[in-house]
């Protein structure tokens, strides 16, 4: 099957041109060697290099920078991290519910600082965040769930109104009022990506773009990398492949690619933007199992993603393109805006997200005190992997700091049963995430 360009991949990867760096050619011999070239990849090298400017960091990248999630997101800066705060806390307790919620704040905080220290030109908007029902019984665990965040003491989170909510954002399908946090920012997430290359770049780091990591092996104390143009010996290695994880072998039970879908229409006129409002310019998302979310981008596209996912069954990477997804993405969006029936969609796209068994990220050392992992965004990636660059510095560097101390820094991750029972347990939690928005889904069809 002939690649399709990366400019091809996603509506972000093409609205500015782009020539990528050349490959590696000829052997390395460096301090710091990391494979990825998403946010997680490109935020470490350059917090690496901040702090100890000394150290050789090369990063390596297998297409091109922002090729992965980070060039096809949906271009959200918010606090969610794995799944809602009350299965957050049944999984790990109340208190790292709370240390959870706290790092992706100030996840958050941290990008919106940076774009504007380091004057990233990628659309950034800080509209806050809605959270929305479009049925009873989801309205009714939204409701339980903002009562949840106050339990433990969460503050910037609040319930406003079914009137408010509709001047804010106006749907016919919308039940009751929404989670209204104001701490949420959109943007362009190719567009950053490439910001961070050129960032990295100007503090020292080498990138190579188009050099995928073929081995990763240890020999006398020392990681030696082999590539289709040369081998790199590391002092230390960072994993931040994310969705591509499994390519490597200690980390190939830890997570599974599932991939996401987003369609995106021309600009709303101003007659359609009025009937909608919008003027706030919030980032939305529902409240089903699989759900959507969406927003409007710098030249008032609607960008609208979820719906459903779909799983590799014979481990490839080659599931980018979903037909009846995009469908069902379209007849959804026309459903929760009539306003919008007759609109044009000029967009479609879809690209993995890693997930572990339990949905909650993981940082980590891979089986060596110089081999350090991060997976398991599961699609809320943008603003806690730029944290995680600095906490990926910090185990490089060897550094006990807070961010070394948080919970899920070498936490245990239960791990995805090989082979077909692997592949069995990924459908039936998917399944069941199905049924249950069938259940209670208003949409025709459901999932």
């Given amino acids: 099957m002939e690649a399709v360009p990366f400019a091809d991949k996603s509506y972000w990867l093409g609205t500015r041109p782009y020539t990528p760096g050349p490959p590696l050619a000829g052997d390395l011999d460096v301090d710091v060697a990391i494979i990825g070239a998403g946010y997680t990849g490109l935020t470490s090298a350059y917090f690496i290099k901040e702090a100890e400017p000394g150290l050789r960091v090369a990063l390596l990248e297998a297409d091109v920078v922002g090729f992965g999630a980070s060039g096809r997101n949906g271009g959200f800066s918010m606090t969610k991290m794995g799944m809602m705060h009350s299965i957050t806390a049944l999984r790990f307790g109340k208190a790292r519910t709370v240390e959870g919620h706290e790092y992706a704040e100030r996840a958050v905080n941290l990008v919106r600082r ?29 409701y339980k769930e903002i009562e949840c ?3 433990l003491g969460i503050s910037g989170i609040s319930l406003i109104d079914s009137h408010e909510l509709r001047m804010r954002v106006n749907s016919p399908l919308y039940v ?33 773009e188009r050099t995928p990591v073929e081995t990763v092996e240890q020999a006398a104390g020392v990681s ?35 991939w996401t879908y987003i369609v995106m229409t021309e600009p709303l006129t101003d007659a359609q933007r009025e009937v909608v409002r919008w003027h706030g310019r919030e980032g939305v998302e529902d409240f089903r199992d699989f759900v959507h979310y969406y927003r409007l981008t710098a030249d008032d596209r609607l960008v609208w993603g979820g719906r459903d996912v779909a799983l590799s069954r014979d481990g490839t990477m080659d599931h980018d393109r979903n037909d009846a997804v995009f469908a069902a993405l379209r007849a959804d969006l026309r459903l929760t805006f009539p306003a919008l029936a007759g609109i044009r969609f000029t967009h479609e796209w879809g690209g993995p997200v890693s997930a572990p068994l339990d949905l909650f990220p993981v940082i980590g050392h891979a089986g060596t005190p110089d081999q350090v992992f991060v997976l398991g965004c599961v699609g809320h990636g943008v603003s806690i992997t730029h944290l995680h660059g600095q906490t990926v510095r910090d185990l490089v560097l060897e550094r006990d700091t807070d961010l070394t101390r ?15 029972l692997g592949g069995a347990v990924t459908r039936a939690i998917a399944g069941f995430m199905r049924w249950e928005d069938r259940r209670y889904d208003v949409l025709p069809g459901g999932s």
């Fill in 114 to 142: 940076l774009v504007e220290e380091l004057d990233f030109d990628c659309d950034y908007e800080h509209p806050g965040y809605l959270w929305v029902a479009t049925s009873e019984k989801h309205r009714r665990r939204l």
């Fill in 149 to 151: 965040v106050h339990r």
């Fill in 176 to 208: 009751g009022g929404a989670w209204w946090e104001p701490n949420c920012g959109i943007l362009n997430p190719a567009k950053l990506a490439w910001c961070w290359r050129d960032a990295a770049a100007g503090r020292g780091v080498e990138i190579y």
């Fill in 224 to 258: 030696v990398l082999t590539t289709p143009g040369g081998r790199v010996k590391a002092r230390k290695v960072v994993f931040a492949a994310n969705a591509w994880s499994h390519h490597f072998a200690p980390l190939k039970r830890k997570q599974v690619p599932i």
């Fill in 406 to 420: 948080v919970f899920f820094v070498d936490r245990r991750v239960p791990p995805w049963p090989p082979g077909p």
